[in-house]
Nanobody, 112 residues
Framework: QVQLVESGGGLVQPGGSLRLSCAAS???????MGWYRQAPGKEREWVAS???????YYDDSVKGRFTISRDNAKNTVYLQMNSLKPDDTAIYYC???????WGQGTQVAVSS
């Protein structure tokens, strides 16, 4: 079993940046990883993924603004978020693609 702990969320003004981290309790170097988010009153949605080999994929809504990366030596996955918009406000979750493990989430609020 893998435990995931997200951090790095907070309140930021539109146009600002945040870097989220997802620390895993065990080795994740063979696992594909993903970031998801859930805005108030909406369903959880996929944001970005990174394969064990480092290939990355993004939802169109964040492409060009967000960057997913991983440091296998630290068992950590990151989500660099730039040019943040109010629509990016949500709880952000880290997940192992398979088998499925979720973190507890970290809140991101974009507001002036």
């Amino acid at each position: 079993q893998v435990q995931l702990v997200e951090s790095g969320g907070g309140l930021v003004q539109p146009g600002g940046s945040l870097r989220l981290s997802c620390a895993a309790s065990g080795s994740i170097f063979t696992m594909d990883m993903g970031w998801y988010r859930q805005a108030p009153g909406k369903e959880r949605e996929w944001v970005a993924s990174i394969t064990s080999g480092g290939r990355t994929y993004y939802d169109d809504s964040v492409k060009g603004r967000f960057t997913i990366s991983r440091d296998n030596a630290k068992n950590t996955v990151y989500l660099q978020m730039n040019s943040l918009k109010p629509d990016d406000t949500a709880i952000y979750y880290c997940r192992t693609i398979y088998p499925i493990y979720w973190g507890q989430g970290t809140q991101v609020a974009v507001s002036s």
